[in-house]
């Protein structure tokens, strides 16, 4: 039950409503230490389809990249947006997330005439909205953003790895794995990393680590 495909069925009741465009909007990296939020919005052409897709962490690597790919050639519309630690930090993650949706949405060209979020509903948003708990499981369009923004940010995460291994971020992308901790134990914080995201038992007992190597 729990890896059934995403279906287009509030998608086609939505557009039974008098909505043509319908953005899919989810993010990626929210519980992550270190690296950015990217934010994906897609807008599936109602007559191709893409079979397979569903929310993008019930997807091995190798199904992620071929469904990324079949959704930007084939979806109406995509994008990306993406927030950094320092955004992060100013705002905390969930103002940054949803700032950062906010932008997502409004990037593109045309606008969608109904936006569906997974979760929560976007502030200062002049467009028809539905936040949908559990939408990249249930909606076609949310799991085709989630794809579409895991997929980007692993990538990024794959060339902050290139240009300081030290963190381990090929294996990890950011998370809070043990390989990960201790290498902030040994190495402490890079540009990449979170400040406001600070596990008392380890934070507090390491410095910051030099500024030599800067973040992608």
Known sequence: MGRRRAARTVENLTRRLGFARIAGVDEVGRGCLAGPVVVGVVVLDE???IPGLRDSKLLTPAARER???CIVE???AW???ECGPEEIDAWNIHRACL???RRA???LVPLPDFVLVDAFAIPDLFLAQRGIIGGDRLCASIAAASIVAKVTRDRLMLRCHEADPRYGYDHHKG???AEH???LARYGYSPLHRRTFRPPSLFDTIEESRPDIAAV
């Open 47 to 49: 007559r191709r389809h």
């Open 67 to 69: 469904l990324y790919e």
């Open 74 to 76: 084939r979806a109406a």
């Open 79 to 81: 994008t990306v947006a």
């Open 99 to 101: 700032r950062t949706m």
């Open 105 to 107: 949405v409004l990037s």
């Open 175 to 177: 998370y809070a794995t």
């Open 181 to 183: 901790l201790a290498a």
